[in-house]
């Protein structure tokens, strides 16, 4: 591929639902790269599973958990909009409850979320004594799992999202086994929904290439945004084939290698995977070196 001179400003496509687009396109414009956003899913809560996640944030019902893991930021957005404003939501306890969280996601579980989740005034001692918050090196499901240890057949609260109008990709099903496989007792909520956002949503990129323009990259950070774009390619007349033809060097890149398994399965070459997946910074560094033809370090 033909490396693009640093003075250009090569247009990269992403397709991230709306609550992450913000953040990712400002990462790109900090790297002089154009950002395309062509959203091919949405993930947002409804009162159906807001109602679930209260249930069990109930006094009774957490009592009866050791952890919560969350394996996306919006897992952790989801569980703080359904929390309860009432004093002593997490009751009394002998052992340090533990949130468990993926790299920069663990930024929300913040003061103001911990005071929400224990109920526990101002003065600070569930925050102190009470919650611990694991952070796992590696920043995926699985780093999770590592992070949780043995679970001596202890409980986990597993906010996880409910998919409409796109197949469950197997990471879900792959985390929550493996929680089991280490001694765990997952309990799955649907916590929010991840929804396709139609038969038009690839149109973007569709009509940048009818009307002559170019897309030299595209970002993946989920396999289900992959999904949702081949479903609309194949409803307007387009193909994955067809994409790779109209842009011969274009840069295929998956933020981590979960999004890249998911990527390759459903017949999308990746081309750059993300090294450092705790964060949005890594992908678009990855990115920006492989236009511009250097080395990332």
């Given at each position: 591929m033909t490396t693009i001179p640093t003075t250009a400003s090569p247009a990269v496509a992403f397709t991230t639902p709306?609550?992450?687009?913000?953040?990712?396109?400002?990462?790109?414009?900090?790297?002089?790269?154009?950002?395309?956003?062509c959203p091919t899913i949405t993930t947002q809560t409804t009162p159906e599973t807001l109602s679930s996640l209260s249930l069990h944030l109930s006094p009774p019902s957490l009592s009866l958990l050791s952890a919560i893991a969350f394996p996306?930021?919006?897992?952790?957005?989801?569980?703080?909009?359904?929390?309860?404003?009432?004093?002593?939501l997490l009751p009394p306890r002998d052992d340090i409850f533990i949130l468990a969280a993926l790299g920069k996601d663990a930024e929300l579980l913040d003061r103001n979320f911990l005071?929400?989740?224990?109920?526990g005034g101002d003065d600070g001692n569930c925050i102190?004594?009470?919650?611990?918050?694991?952070?796992?090196?590696?920043?995926?499901?699985?780093?999770?799992?590592?992070?949780?240890?043995?679970?001596?057949?202890?409980?986990?609260?597993?906010?996880?999202?409910?998919?409409v109008g796109l197949e469950e990709p197997p990471v879900v099903p792959n985390f929550l086994?493996?929680?089991?496989?280490?001694?765990?007792?997952?309990?799955?909520?649907?916590?929010?929904?991840t929804r396709w956002l139609g038969p038009t949503c690839a149109e973007g990129i569709v009509r940048r290439s009818e009307e002559g323009g170019m897309v030299d990259a595209i970002v993946f950070t989920s396999s289900g945004e992959v999904e949702g774009l081949l479903k609309s390619l194949k409803e307007l007349g387009w193909d994955w084939k067809m994409v790779r033809?109209?842009?011969?060097?274009?840069?295929?890149?998956?933020?981590?290698?979960v999004t890249a398994e998911g990527a390759e399965r459903l017949g999308v070459d990746v081309d750059v995977v993300?090294?450092?997946?705790?964060?949005?910074?890594?992908v678009v560094d990855a990115v920006n070196s492989k236009l511009r033809g250097f080395e990332l370090r």
């Open positions: 709306p609550n992450y687009a913000a953040r990712l396109s400002h990462f790109l414009a900090l790297k002089s790269l154009t950002p395309l956003w996306s930021r919006t897992a952790i957005s989801a569980l703080s909009a359904a929390l309860s404003s009432s004093t002593h005071l929400k989740f224990c109920g102190d004594s009470r919650v611990r918050i694991l952070v796992p090196e590696v920043a995926s499901p699985s780093g999770l799992v590592k992070a949780l240890g043995d679970g001596r057949g202890r409980k986990v609260l597993c906010p996880v999202p409910r998919v086994g493996e929680l089991e496989a280490t001694g765990w007792v997952p309990i799955r909520v649907d916590a929010y929904e033809r109209r842009w011969p060097g274009l840069v295929v890149a998956a933020h981590g290698p993300s090294g450092r997946f705790e964060s949005f910074h890594g």
